[in-house]
């Protein structure tokens, strides 16, 4: 089937099967590799993107069901040289080790903190609890997220 | 989220570097958060093909057929390999790491579900898949070996009838400590009206480390120059090229294994599974790179499974608490093929070290390795050989002691521990703990815990409890542990035959800039990162200007790798010590710089200077560049500053740490919600305190899990019950508390830095503090002991007197 997908911005066309995973289609199509491939079953997150501005697991979306959609990754976070805040916190923050779990959480907590710019460490406890992270034991992730909020409302605030 | 213009977070910040030890931000860090870091299934080479195996469905049964012509038939299928072809080859068995054999791919029989019995190469991963659908395999079923208890019984069915005269399933007897002294001390504690031995049976169960990222590999067989290289998602890059020399006979020099980076390891990635042997198998078959993923179930169902341990704990004890003697037999489950990853002579690791951080009068453990159809058992996870399970051993023992004396457990511990005027000290079962103070530690711990006040609550929920209230149940639990890492000492420590010493080299460019490159192989642990600073505090540098090179065995020294907390301890002692070798050459240059004698230089923060004139000296760089022009030196001197070394450590260390867990149990559900973690760590030294606590944090989320979640049971046909994460759970952000650490430092007396090793510190130490914690919770119900995972229906079995057992499904 043929499907058109804006990834990060650009519409890319391409020729896929039916059964092609999205997140095969990133990593092997586009050969945009941030996004990780972890479990098979929704449970870990590694996978994480966003469809249209919503987090999904793409290794639990056909690839033809992002046609017409625009799909964001890891890859589009940053702007240029410059970091967005959620990557730089977890930067500061030591929210990341092996960094396998990272693009998916940076893609969640991007989301999150675009509807909710102040969470609280138990609503980021919430928002990440579909996604699992083997080195960090959460805590510094947690920390990542508060630090990228505190510093968005400093930006947003200063002249 | 734009426009953001602060020059303070900037990540190669120079003003946030420190000369050497500090926290700084991770150099590794810029290519993670930008999706660039680049893992093994990144990898994609001209013309590569893709691999994949198809597994048994049951657990043991005779192979009859293995029909692959309508595989081979699939319009994108390029190869289709079995044990057969293999056998051709003389690669249908492979050594474990433990002088057994693992098939490679099934001949005669299949002994776990899930075994390796056929590895097809296609265009692509979705073709490769869907031949394995086209291959008809017959299977005659046997009686599969399921419960280990069972494993030894007569008449059970042999499951590794490939090894010639076998008639049961016994592996190994093991023992440590004396027996003889030992059992005086029981008998004399049975005897005595003021003594009595209390006992336990204590399993630790079979759990997986489920690193995030699964186990591959990409071999690229070059026809015309015979050189192999691998890129595979190894902790070992080295000891990995040695096998394959030695397995395959592929000669050493014409093999490069890269481990590009580790999406985690956690012992995962330290042996050699089929997938890799097939996949190369599959280059030199088709001319072309093989690239083998494993799915999730494949990593859970088929790799490197650990623990497994069922122990029998004894103690001998005075009624006033002082702990006299500890008796342990262990019936060790090693799966179907023996394949743990322990220094040779240690059959079952590091266990030796189960008499924890007591002072006692004697000590003794049996082991008891069995064969199961199971996969191979006890291989590795955060487990620092073993030790992971001898602490849970001695600390649920100590409780179930504190529990039989109605005595309080920190002060049962308190009474026990180890004193620092006993450093260096040789337990009874032979090991010399190098340094600790554990009582300060402890004491630390129940600070910051506010111990007291956490016993009055509780006291006052029981008593509200007693007066009829609902309110949940609260348990307090602790644990000390002792941990013993860095292997190891090459006179006593090999795997396989190599020695566990780890090599650094040190390059010095002409302007000063520096190359490090270590043998050990990072999974997260940072280690592009640390072992910069510990090379830049000793030459005065900034760690900026040291890049780390590691995993490729093409460009890096001889070592065997990450796993047991050992890198710090070993290829951070050789990094220290290359380090001092480039100061020491820089010293013959600077002298003939400066025109004095190198005993007239004192080294003086990053310069050589001329003793008592500090206006005579000359820094690294300037040293640097002066090592490779044409300046005169000393007859016997050569040029540049570059150093290598081997370090072979002189004994293991031995960090240590308290942990205390508070839980609040629902005893209606049996649920349990973690409240408060406390952890005191004593590592020695930290090089990068915010990595050190990365790595505690890491750890603790481990103990939550196998306490409470992880442990992977079979039902007695031998199905995996643990075979995806919807069943084998692993711990989110919701069962994690916020980690509340504190820290004591007692350097490591023989390591050059100091440092102890902290990686797998928590891991080890947090299960028995989870599970005391519940344990104490479920005391209204005179609830002893239960076996993790402590599930809801676990804890609430056990509070009403019917403790689960949880390595098997018995329905």
């Not at chain 2, 319009?75 to 051709?88: F, N, Q, R, S």
């Not at chain 2, 002994?111 to 005659?140: N, S, W």
């Not at chain 2, 003594?195 to 630790?204: I, S």
């Amino acid at each position: 089937m043929q499907i058109t997908v804006t990834v990060n911005g650009a519409p890319t066309t391409r020729d896929v099967e039916p059964r092609l995973l999205l997140t095969h289609f990133l990593r092997d199509e586009l050969r945009l590799t941030g996004t990780h491939w972890g479990c098979d079953t929704t449970n870990c997150g590694a996978c994480v993107v966003r469809l249209d501005g919503v987090p999904v697991k793409s290794c639990t979306v056909l690839a033809v069901m992002a046609d017409g959609a625009a799909v964001d990754t890891v890859e589009g976070l940053a702007h240029g040289a410059e970091l967005d805040p959620v990557q730089e916190g977890f930067v500061t923050c030591h929210g990341l080790q092996c960094g396998f779990c990272t693009p998916g959480m940076l893609m969640t907590t991007r989301a999150l903190l675009d509807r909710e710019p102040d969470p609280s460490p138990a609503t980021i406890r919430e928002a990440i609890s579909g996604q699992i992270c083997r080195c960090t034991g959460y805590e510094n992730i947690v920390r990542s997220v508060r630090w990228a909020a505190e510093k968005q409302h400093t930006a947003e605030v200063a002249p | 989220m734009t426009g953001v213009q602060d020059p303070s977070v900037q990540i190669h910040a120079a003003a946030e570097t420190p000369r050497g030890y500090g926290s700084m931000k991770r150099k590794e860090d810029a290519r993670f958060v930008r999706g660039r870091g680049q893992y093994v299934d990144d990898v994609v080479l001209p013309g590569m093909l893709h691999g994949a195996v198809l597994r048994s469905p049951v657990a043991h049964a005779r192979l009859t057929a293995v029909d692959t012509s309508a595989a081979e038939a699939h319009p994108k299928v390029h190869a289709v390999i079995t044990g057969e072809t293999l056998a051709g080859l003389g690669l249908a068995w492979m050594p474990t790491l433990s002088q057994d054999t693992q098939a490679v791919l099934a001949t005669d029989k299949v002994r776990f579900q899930g075994q390796e019995i056929a590895f097809v190469v296609a265009d692509d991963k979705y073709a490769a898949r869907d031949a394995l659908d086209l291959i008809d395999v017959q299977y005659e079923p046997i009686d599969p070996v399921i419960d280990a208890r069972r494993a030894l019984d007569p008449g059970t069915p042999v499951v590794r009838d490939d090894q010639e005269g076998r008639t049961d399933n016994h592996i190994f007897d093991w023992s440590s400590g004396d027996a003889t002294r030992t059992d005086a001390v029981f008998a004399e504690a049975e005897a005595a009206d003021d003594q009595l031995v209390v006992a336990a049976d204590v399993l630790y169960p079979r759990v997986h480390p489920a690193p995030l990222e699964t186990c591959g590999a990409i071999a690229d067989m070059d026809p015309v120059t015979g050189k192999l290289t691998l890129w595979t998602t190894t902790q070992a890059p080295h000891a990995h090229r040695t096998l394959y020399a030695i397995v395959a006979g592929l000669p050493e020099h014409k093999i490069r294994v890269v481990s590009p980076d580790i999406g985690g390891g956690f012992g995962n990635k330290v042996g050699i599974y089929p997938g890799y042997v097939c996949a190369i198998v599959g280059s030199i078959v088709t001319g072309r790179p093989v690239k083998w993923m494993e799915d999730r179930s494949e990593n859970l169902m088929s790799t490197s499974f650990a623990r497994d341990y069922h122990m029998r704990g004894e103690v001998a004890v005075t009624r006033d608490g002082r702990l006299r003697a500890v008796r342990v037999h262990v019936l060790a489950d090693h799966g179907a093929f023996n394949a743990t990853a322990q220094p040779t002579k240690f059959p079952a690791g590091f266990f030796g070290v189960f008499t924890g951080s007591y002072d006692l009068e004697a000590a003794h453990c049996t082991v008891t390795g069995v064969y199961t159809n199971k996969a191979s058992g006890g291989v590795a996870y955060a487990c620092s050989f073993r030790i992971t399970e001898a602490v849970y051993l001695i600390e649920r023992m100590v409780d179930v002691v504190a529990h039989d004396l109605g005595m309080d457990p920190a002060e049962l511990r308190k009474r026990n521990l180890l004193r620092p005027d006993q450093f260096p000290y040789r337990s009874p079962t032979g090991w010399e703990y190098d340094s600790g103070d554990y009582l300060h530690t402890l004491e630390v711990a129940l600070e910051k815990a506010g111990y007291p006040e956490l016993r009055a609550e509780q006291a006052d929920r029981r008593r509200r409890r007693e007066a009829g209230e609902r309110v949940d149940l609260m348990g307090i639990g602790l644990s000390f542990f002792t941990e013993a890492v860095g292997a190891g000492p090459r006179r006593t420590m090999d795997i396989l035959g190599l020695g566990m010493a780890d090599g650094a080299e040190l390059r010095v460019h002409p302007t000063g800039k520096a190359v490090l490159r270590i043998s050990v192989q990072s999974q997260g642990q940072g280690h592009e990162t640390t072992f910069a600073q510990i090379a830049a505090a000793e030459l005065g540098m900034s760690p900026d200007d040291i890049e780390v090179v590691h995993g490729d065995t093409d460009q890096t020294p001889f070592g065997l790798g990450t796993y047991g907390s050992r890198s710090t301890p070993v290829s951070g002692a050789a990094t220290a010590i290359v380090a001092r070798k480039v100061r020491e050459r820089a010293r013959i240059v600077a002298s003939a710089m400066l025109e004095v004698s190198p005993d007239d230089l004192e080294w003086n923060d990053g310069r050589w200077q001329v003793v008592g004139d500090p206006e005579a000296s000359r820094s690294l760089a300037e040293i640097a560049m002066a090592a490779h022009s044409n300046l005169e030196l000393p007859d016997g001197v050569e040029g540049h500053l570059d150093a290598t070394c081997v370090y072979n450590p002189p004994n293991l260390t031995y960090p240590c740490g308290a942990y205390v867990c508070v839980v609040d149990v629902d005893p209606g559900t049996g649920a349990v919600h973690i409240r408060r973690f406390v952890a005191v760590d004593d590592c020695g030294v930290r090089i990068n305190p915010m990595i050190v606590e990365g790595q505690i944090h890491g750890g603790l989320a481990d103990g939550v899990g196998m306490a409470l979640m992880q442990g992977i049971a079979f039902d007695l046909d031998g199905n995996c019950l643990g075979g995806s994460m919807m069943d084998y759970l692993l711990p989110t952000a919701l069962e994690c508390p916020s980690w509340e650490l504190g820290e004591t430092v007692t350097p490591s007396p023989h390591h050059p830095i100091g440092a102890k090793g902290v990686g797998e510190s928590a891991t080890v130490g947090s299960p028995p503090a989870v599970v005391n914690a519940v344990i104490d919770a479920l005391a209204p119900f005179g609830v002893r002991h239960a076996d993790m995972p402590l599930t809801p229906a676990a804890v609430w079995s056990a509070s009403r007197g019917r403790p689960l057992r949880t390595d098997l499904a018995i329905t």
